[in-house]
């Protein structure tokens, strides 16, 4: 098996002792902080290098690279550039130190990396981008449609006062079209401020409430903003990598719309183990982009020609896209397209630990349940839970939450009743001494864990790795995790692109995962299982998930209405 040499992971390194060469370098990352990147030049596996003769020899100048994760794409892209060009990466901002360090490894240091940031407000990098100086180039996902997009003012209106009514939503209708204007959260002494633009002027605002005094009220106007620049000024660049491109599957998206404005030279190539997403619709864009000649641009005939349908009255053509006619005919049609399954390790003991939630905790779920449940007589009106509440059911499962009372979010505190938290501690005694990647799908409970496991062993075992935490945060707990003569053996990660995307190195030193919750994504659950089970590990998997059986952390009890209608008399609806 191909294996990452374990010093690659680690920090200020020169040489290994075994008299094997080690690129160092200096590079300043979105943080603007100088940091050392160390490691070693990789020959590409018998795979890739099929791969890249594949992608260079192809006539369209454009590839779709949809291998498994853990496969080395980083390594594909960054053999894929040349000196004396100008190239582009498009990348989420976790992965930029993966490819910052990786061409300046395969090249020696001969490609001078440069970062597009929001942190540059000269715009210096992209100067030298449009002026077309040789370099790679690196922007994230979203900076790159947000910089170029320009954001207009609006009006709207700022309302403070006092509810009678204590802890509870105050809600606003515009006058005009009786529809919701906004709703504002009242405090334990009944004071709410509300800031909303879908009302432009206070005498069309309309409170359903009781209010206790003045009602203090004025008329704002959002400042805008300019687009920092537009794409379509920048000189033809030679190559243009979008990693993890199912970023743009939203054909109506400012993404797709600002990679159209592009002007590529040489080489167009799109990377994600599932470039689509979770929908085979999603293909469409991005190829489109890749094979404007050879994609047809109509999308609706394309879906006429490659999907499965089923007649819908609600539709303006009478059909709803349900699916690809034949799995895997249209990718074989596709000029460059390539797939390489991961050589994944065998997972040595899976272990599904159900849990109970305390008393307390499933009277609030029970609660938050109950009102997403509609009934007419017997019969229950849920064929499916809206997203924003399967989401807040799964988190609840895992802990007895508070509600702030500012925002009517629910969030854990450090001392929540936990039957995840007591199962983390003791599968971190069962598999003692051993590092321990712990997934979970809440920001606020990955801290929770963390905080808990440090008390249990007096010291800085454990690090949440959140959105909460920087960047550069991240690319510390991750030294901290892979240096065995560190104390820290235990990352509570969030299953969001916290964790999943471009995170690599965790599998030098850990093989065991523990589970508190899934994405609803299927894309997010597959990339964190890839953080492990990728190529460098050299051990079996061992795998705990934990759930509250019968539950919305269940995919089929969130979406069987019959279950919902089993639990009427407990639910007393």
């Known amino acids: 098996m191909w294996a990452m040499p374990r010093e690659a992971a680690l920090p200020c390194l020169f040489s290994d002792g075994r008299g094997q060469r080690l690129w160092y370098s200096w590079w300043t990352n979105t943080t603007g902080k100088e940091e050392n990147v160390a490691g070693v030049r990789y020959e590409p596996d018998e795979q890739q290098r099929e791969s890249i003769h594949r992608i260079e020899a192809g006539e369209t100048g454009a590839a779709l690279v949809a291998s498994d994760t853990g496969t080395g794409k980083t390594l594909i892209g960054a053999e894929l550039l040349r000196p004396d060009e100008v190239s582009l990466i498009i990348a989420p901002l976790s992965t930029h130190a993966s490819w910052a360090e990786r061409i300046d490894l395969q090249h020696e240091g001969r490609i001078t990396v440069r970062f597009i940031s929001s942190k540059d407000k000269n715009n210096l990098a992209f100067k030298q981008l449009k002026d077309g100086v040789p370099g790679a180039y690196i922007i994230g996902t979203e900076f790159f449609y947000i910089s170029a997009t320009k954001v207009p003012s609006k009006s709207g209106v700022e309302v403070c006062g006092t509810s009678a009514i204590h802890k509870s939503w105050v809600k606003f209708t515009d006058i005009r079209d009786g529809k919701v204007a906004g709703k504002a959260w009242a405090d334990e002494t009944g004071n709410f401020k509300l800031r909303t633009t879908k009302v432009d002027d206070v005498a069309y605002l309309s409170c359903e409430g009781v209010l206790q005094g003045d009602v203090r009220s004025e008329n704002y106007t959002t400042s805008g903003r300019k687009a920092r620049w537009a794409w379509s000024t920048v000189r033809t660049v030679d190559v243009v990598i979008l990693d993890e491109c199912h970023a743009a599957k939203n054909s109506k998206s400012k993404m797709f719309a600002h990679l159209k404005r592009l002007r590529v030279s040489r080489l167009k190539v799109g990377m994600s183990a599932t470039p689509g997403g979770d929908n085979f619709e999603g293909l469409w864009s991005i190829c489109r982009w890749l094979w404007p000649d050879h994609i047809d641009r109509s999308k609706y005939r394309w879906q006429v020609e490659w999907m499965r349908w089923d007649y819908d009255p609600y539709t303006s053509t009478g059909k709803k896209f349900v699916g690809e006619k034949n799995p895997g005919e249209f990718v074989r049609t596709l000029p460059c397209y390539i797939r390489t399954e991961a050589d994944r390790v065998p997972i040595e003991a899976w272990f599904r630990v159900p849990l109970e939630m305390t008393p307390a905790q499933k009277a609030q779920y029970d609660a938050m349940e109950r009102s997403g449940v509609a009934w007419l007589r017997d019969n229950p009106l849920v064929a499916d839970l809206p997203m924003v509440m399967k989401v807040r059911l799964r988190q609840m499962c895992l802990g007895e939450v508070a509600l702030d009372e500012s925002t009517g979010d629910i969030h854990f505190t450090n001392d929540c009743a936990s039957s995840f938290v007591d199962a983390a501690l003791k599968i971190s005694k069962r598999e003692a001494g051993k590092h321990i990647l ?136």
């Open 438 to 573: 712990y997934l979970t799908n809440s920001n606020s409970f990955a801290h929770v864990v963390a905080n808990r496991l440090n008390m249990y062993y007096g010291e800085r075992v454990a690090a949440a790795w959140t959105g909460s935490e920087s960047q550069g945060e991240r690319e510390g707990i991750k030294r901290d995790f892979i240096d065995t003569d560190n104390p820290l053996r235990y990352i509570v990660g969030t299953i969001t692109k916290a964790i999943p995307v471009g995170t690599d190195g965790l599998q030098t030193v850990c093989s065991t995962e523990v589970w508190m919750g899934k994405s609803l994504e299927s894309i997010i659950n597959e990339q964190g299982e890839g953080r492990l089970n990728r190529r460098g590990q050299n051990n079996s998997i061992t795998r705990y998930e934990l759930v509250v059986p019968e539950t919305a952390q269940e995919e089929e009890f969130a979406l069987d209405a019959r279950k919902f209608y089993a639990r009427r008399l407990e639910l007393d609806v």
